[in-house]
């Protein structure tokens, strides 16, 4: 693996179709993220019906 990501994307040629994929998972990295964030902080408040 010595060879640079980079330059194995510019001898595909897929800069931009990886370029638009990575950012596809960033997005739904992030929006799962939050959405568990969000999840998360509303499990670990305590009932206040006790």
């Not at 897929?14 to 990575?22: D, E």
């Amino acid at each position: 693996m010595s060879v640079p990501f980079g330059f194995m994307l510019g001898q595909l040629e897929i800069s931009n179709l990886t370029a638009v994929f990575l950012l596809i998972v960033a997005l739904m990295f992030i929006g799962s993220f939050a959405v568990v964030s969000l999840q998360t902080g509303e499990l670990m408040k305590p009932p206040k019906n006790d």
